[in-house]
């Protein structure tokens, strides 16, 4: 239900932002840096949509990358601690149940996704 949301979510966004440039057809001056141009303003506010859309999603996907890999590095630290336990004869049955039941979780929730 949440995916779904966001999709309906992004197709009314993307329906807005199309019907407000397509109002806005005049050719305007625009300034860049180092130089001025002129354009049409439809491809102003869609490029300026477009690039905002890729910067974002390219900040969320080093996000989960730096996820995953804490994720990783937990999951080891996790190992050599059991085995540490396993190795001096401490009893941690209880944990090791709901580490394992975690673990299953977890893939297959990166299954889901």
Not at 10 to 20: G, H, N, P, Q, S
Not at 26 to 39: H, Q, R
Request: no cysteine.
């Amino acid at each position: 239900m949440r995916g779904q949301s966001y999709v309906i979510l992004a197709i009314i966004f993307v329906i807005l932002v199309a019907v407000f440039a397509v109002t806005n057809v005049e050719t305007v001056k625009v300034n860049y840096l180092f130089w001025s141009g002129e354009a049409p303003l439809i491809l102003v506010i869609l490029f300026s949509v477009l690039m905002g859309g890729v910067i974002t999603a390219a900040v969320g996907v080093i996000k989960i990358f730096r996820l995953q890999r804490e994720v990783r590095t937990l999951k080891s630290k996790n190992k050599r601690i059991f085995s540490w336990l396993d190795e001096h004869g401490i009893d941690y049955e209880m944990n090791n149940e709901s580490y394992q039941e975690q673990e299953k979780l977890g893939k297959s929730n990166n299954e889901n996704n």
